[in-house]
Structure formats: structure tokens, C-alpha cells
């Protein structure tokens, strides 16, 4: 079993930048793709960025691309969300998860769907507005 542990979530003004962190406690961190998706009042929850086991291995939203960054630590098994340029769109609960199915797929965009993933956190809220 895996727990996951949002933070970095905050009031930002648009043009603004934050860091989103998860942090995973359990075993086998660096064999799951881990994904950001996030969730504004209303809508449907959707994916963000996901990442497999290494930087190379990644996947982002078309409305996010240019603007965030996924990286993870398999040391300290952490994974985070660089976000820049930040829209007030990008106003949401915004969740990690980790899927361990399909880990070895070399292209992590073809799985970054939120029912690919068994284990989320709580979630952190960012919201963008001046």
C-alpha cells in the first residue's frame, strides 16, 4: 500500500509560479508512475502530467505544456510540479497518484488517465487570481 501526501498548494496572482510536491511513503516508489491531475469546481477531474521512472519519461495536459515540469526523486521518493505562468484556469484541487500496473510502458501518455491510478492523495488546493 501506498500513502501520498500533497503540499505546495496556494493563493497566487496569474503570471505567478508554485511547486507542488507528493511525497510517497511505502515501498517500491520508483516502480510507479506517479501523475498530477487536477479537479476545478464542476468539472471533471483530468490529468496534468505524469511521469514514469525516469525525467525521460513523461506526459503533459496540451494546456499546461511549456508552463509546468514534472521531475521525481527516487531517493527521496518525492515528485514534484513545477508550475510557472500560472492562468486563473489553472484554479483547482490538484491530486498525485500512482499507478503500478503499468510501469513499464515506455510512453506514460498513452496511460495518464485518472482510472489507470490506484492510490491518491488528499489533494492541495491552488488557486490563481489577483
Known amino acids: 500500500q501506498l500513502q501520498l501526501a500533497e503540499s505546495g498548494g496556494a493563493l497566487v496572482q496569474p503570471g505567478g509560479s508554485l511547486r507542488l510536491s507528493c511525497g510517497v511513503s511505502g515501498s517500491a516508489f520508483g516502480y510507479y508512475v506517479i501523475g498530477w491531475f487536477r479537479q476545478a469546481p464542476g468539472k471533471e477531474r483530468e490529468a496534468v502530467s505524469c511521469?514514469?521512472?525516469?525525467?525521460?519519461?513523461?506526459y503533459y495536459a496540451d494546456s499546461v505544456k511549456g508552463r509546468f515540469t514534472i521531475s521525481r526523486d527516487n531517493d527521496k521518493n518525492t515528485v514534484s510540479l513545477q508550475m510557472s505562468s500560472l492562468e486563473p484556469d489553472d484554479t483547482a484541487v490538484y491530486y498525485c497518484?500512482?499507478?503500478?500496473?503499468?510501469?513499464?510502458?515506455?510512453?506514460?501518455?498513452?496511460?495518464?488517465?485518472?482510472?489507470?491510478?490506484?492510490?491518491w492523495g488528499q489533494g492541495t488546493q491552488v488557486t490563481v487570481s489577483s
Open positions: 497518484a500512482a499507478d503500478r500496473t503499468n510501469f513499464g510502458i515506455p510512453r506514460v501518455q498513452l496511460i495518464c488517465v485518472a482510472s489507470n491510478f490506484d492510490y
Open positions: 511521469i514514469g521512472r525516469t525525467d525521460a519519461n513523461t
